[in-house]
């Protein structure tokens, strides 16, 4: 009886809210061609050969196809992967459907990366199927699954597998097919009881508050419907968040402390306290929690969130590196955390420090060695497979480059403690298409080769490292060193230089380049420079400027300094070519000291000016703030070359090659002097 009166009063909704069904929605989806193998009636459990032909589609002549599968099972969504391989014009793949699964929808793209530019799903009208058990009906969740996926602007699924132009399905629309799930699986309406209140928020309105209290007043006395912490949660959060009413969240909050007392909610208080707390008192406070509420606990929890362990961690490693602090501690505790947060501590900690020269390299060593080998056990253990975030196959690749890129930075740790034979170890376990990427890793891997005195390689090196467009300054310097040794002169050396550099992709950079220059007049401005002097935009007439926005706080933008360094010492002695390097956003009164400092501790020979400061904002950031209009950011580092009045050439960040953004810098302004 209280089962049917649960029912009418969850679809009596429809009526008393003036939520209208939209009875003309079907389930059936747009017939396609270029995915084939998918039974009309596809059985949950079964095994679907996956034909895929690219012909037509945007993936047509890609050299590689892969298949990502989106999936509601038993109400949880994950991601899948099939490798496809190539047969004749088709690509080919089998994929089990999961017993438990009632929905799939296909996506295919020519890389495992998470964000591309090119996939096919089917012209936006997607590769999505419901499923059937063995009796012909639908499993639970395919109704509620059809409707969410097809709008994914609830928030609840679908980001990143409809392109940009999508037209979703209505608010009726998804509401028919929420119906039509409580009317057939009423009894597992605690599994998708979040969704449920997130749909009905849409579509109660102003209502919303009432529709709460009747369902949430019936669900609570509904004895024959299972019931978990996290649909308590849902309530004590709307109540708290959506409607305002202290005294009902406080209450169910005071309902699930006494019905969990070990459940998430009471850990997840326990961990606000400690990381919304007395920073003073973090570090005790964490290492008491984590023994209180210890990360194993998430093993015979796999439905509870990791992030506060993911986030409590990472902030309590860098403590570790305190001489007064234990780092054993840390390292006993490495084997019980994933991948995932394993990488973030290396990230947080030996990374920048052995990066910035703050701690010993005799300290990151131990920390370094002890987390490679750690992220060396999880590697394959899916730590990203995070709801649909990334896909088995995707979190395995990502936890790769992400080793690989590591790697690299524990192997200089070793170089620069003489254990030159370890960090080659360590660069020959980088997987051969990332090896030569990263400059850092390559300028560590010539000077280890220096040391061991092994000339022939340094000539394959410096083929894939000029391949890869990721060269340092010191490597061209010992390079040129190299040269001048095999060759008696440095006659030439530019000229080797460039033979080095791939010509396919050299052109390609310049094509790209080329499309993304413009033509924006710019407000005149002046300036003064670091020796008193005013600069003034007027007095560039006929000239190619480059300007340089940076800020002595933004680690990225002197990161970058190396190569612009290269930059200038190219056009040294071109009297039609300019560089300033712009000081904007900076704070205090000692930032034209500090840049000086910046300037003789990296021996740079840049001619540096201070951008003004705003009379009415008091920001020092007037000149810049004056491009955003061009820019459409204030983001920095931010590098603009102007020509004649006016801006040609913007682009913000730092891709980390010093030899890239030489190139980059140097083919526009090629460009430039080649106008008419």
Not at 192 to 207: E, H, L, P, T, Y
Not at 331 to 343: G, V
Not at 453 to 466: C, P, S, V, W, Y
């Amino acid at each position: 009886m209280k089962k049917l009166m649960f029912r009418t009063i969850l679809l009596l909704l429809v009526t008393c809210f003036h939520l209208s069904a939209f009875g003309q929605e079907q389930q059936a989806g747009e017939v396609t061609s270029r995915l084939s193998g998918v039974p009309q009636d596809l059985i949950a459990g079964s095994t679907i050969d996956l034909v895929y032909s690219p012909k037509g589609g945007p993936l047509e002549g890609k050299d590689q196809i892969v298949a990502l599968v989106y999936m509601y099972n038993f109400y949880k969504w994950e991601l899948g992967d099939v490798e496809l391989k190539k047969d004749g014009d088709v690509w080919k793949g089998q994929f089990v459907v999961p017993s438990n699964c009632a929905f799939v929808a296909f996506k295919f793209q020519s890389t495992w990366n998470k964000f591309v530019d090119v996939s096919d799903n089917n012209d936006d009208k997607g590769f999505m199927y419901m499923t059937v058990g063995l009796d012909g009906q639908p499993l639970p969740g395919g109704f509620l699954a059809w409707g969410v996926f097809r709008k994914p602007s609830i928030g609840l699924v679908g980001y990143g597998y409809f392109g940009p132009n999508y037209k979703e399905i209505d608010q009726e629309a998804l509401y028919f097919w929420y119906q039509r799930e409580v009317q057939t699986h009423l009894q597992n309406v605690g599994y998708f009881f979040s969704d449920m209140m997130n749909i009905v928020q849409k579509q109660a309105g102003d209502r919303y508050p009432e529709a709460v209290n009747l369902i949430f007043a019936t669900f609570s006395n509904q004895d024959d419907t299972p019931k978990t912490e996290d649909n308590y949660m849902t309530m004590e959060n709307i109540y708290r968040y959506a409607l305002k009413d202290t005294v009902r969240a406080d209450s169910m909050l005071n309902l699930i402390l006494t019905k969990y007392p070990n459940g998430w909610t009471v850990r997840r208080k326990a961990f606000d306290k400690v990381y919304m707390g007395d920073p003073n008192r973090y570090f005790d406070d964490m290492i008491k929690f984590l023994k209180d509420y210890p990360v194993t606990d998430l093993k015979q929890h796999p439905e509870w969130p990791s992030f506060i362990y993911y986030n409590g961690v990472r902030r309590l490693a860098p403590y570790f590196f305190y001489p007064d602090k234990d780092r054993n501690i840390l390292i006993q505790m490495l084997p019980d955390y994933d991948f995932r947060t394993l990488a973030q501590i290396y990230h947080s900690t030996v990374f920048p420090f052995h990066m910035k020269k703050a701690v010993a390299d005799s300290v990151n060593y131990v920390v370094a060695k002890a987390l490679i080998a750690e992220m060396e056990k999880k590697l394959t253990d899916k730590s990203y497979c995070i709801d649909d975030a990334y896909s088995p196959h995707q979190s395995d690749e990502w936890a790769l480059s992400s080793l690989d890129h590591y790697r690299g930075s524990y192997a200089d740790i070793l170089y620069c403690l003489g254990k030159v034979d370890e960090a080659l170890a360590q660069i020959s376990l980088i997987t051969e298409s990332r090896r030569y990427i990263e400059s850092a890793v390559n300028e560590t891997h010539l000077k280890c080769l220096l040391a061991k005195g092994d000339l022939k390689d340094i000539e394959t090196l410096a083929r894939n490292a000029f391949k890869s467009n990721a060269v340092t300054p010191a490597m061209m310097d010992i390079l040129k060193q190299q040269y001048v040794k095999n060759n008696g002169k440095e006659d030439g050396f530019e000229a080797y230089i460039e033979s080095l550099k791939p010509e396919d992709e050299k052109e390609a950079f310049k094509e790209e380049l080329k499309k993304s220059l413009i033509k924006e007049a710019y407000e005149p401005f002046q300036m003064e420079a670091m020796d008193k002097s005013i600069v003034k935009s007027a007095d560039w007439k006929g000239k190619i400027v480059v300007l340089d926005f940076w800020a002595s706080w933004c680690f990225p933008c002197r990161s970058s300094f190396p190569g612009m360094q290269m930059a200038v010492d190219r056009y040294a002695n071109d009297p039609d070519v300019k560089f300033y390097f712009v000081d904007t956003m900076e704070s205090g009164d000692n930032y034209k000291a500090t840049a000086a400092r910046i300037m003789k501790e990296g021996k740079y020979t840049f001619n540096v000016l201070f951008d003004n400061v705003n009379p009415k904002t008091k920001a020092q950031n007037m000149v810049f703030s004056s491009m955003d209009k061009i820019n459409h950011s204030m983001a920095i580092p931010r590098k603009m070359i102007l020509k004649d009045g006016y801006v040609r050439y913007t682009v913000e960040g730092y891709g980390g090659s010093p030899s890239k953004l030489v190139d980059e810098i140097a083919y526009v302004i090629e460009m430039l002097k080649a106008e008419k």
